[in-house]
């Protein structure tokens, strides 16, 4: 399985940014692709999946109404829609598959990555 996660950069609070990530020697039909952020100092925090088959998503409190996953099976890449961050939102971002999924962030399991995306938000 290999995950290529693009689309980070600069971007100043209240704006948007896009982040995709194409995915290659994974059955998109059969799971779930999810995004989580490691930023200097603190642990990984698991951000939204979304299941390919059904696109059923799921996302942490601290995104929620701000962040939207989405996928595309035809072009076999996930994206996370970046709306309205946060200077808190800075960190490195990386899309995963996910073993198991759900309404609670802290059951995500995730299984394989790639190199992150670095996403700094700052006026």
């Known amino acids: 399985v290999q995950l290529q996660a693009s689309g980070g950069g600069l971007v100043q609070p209240g704006g948007s940014l896009r982040l995709s990530c194409v995915v290659s020697?994974?059955?998109?039909?059969?799971?779930?692709i999810g995004w989580f952020r490691q930023a200097p100092g603190k642990q990984r925090e698991g951000l939204s999946c979304i299941s390919m088959t059904h696109g059923i998503t799921y996302y942490v409190d601290s995104v929620k109404g701000r962040f939207a996953i989405s996928r595309d099976n035809a072009k076999s890449t996930v994206y996370l829609q970046m709306n309205n961050p946060k200077p808190e939102d800075t960190a490195a971002y990386y899309c995963a598959t996910i073993r198991s999924y759900g309404p609670e962030p802290n059951k995500w399991d995730f299984a394989s990555w790639g190199q992150g995306t670095l996403v700094t938000v700052s006026s």
């Open positions: 020697g994974f059955t998109l039909g059969d799971g779930a």
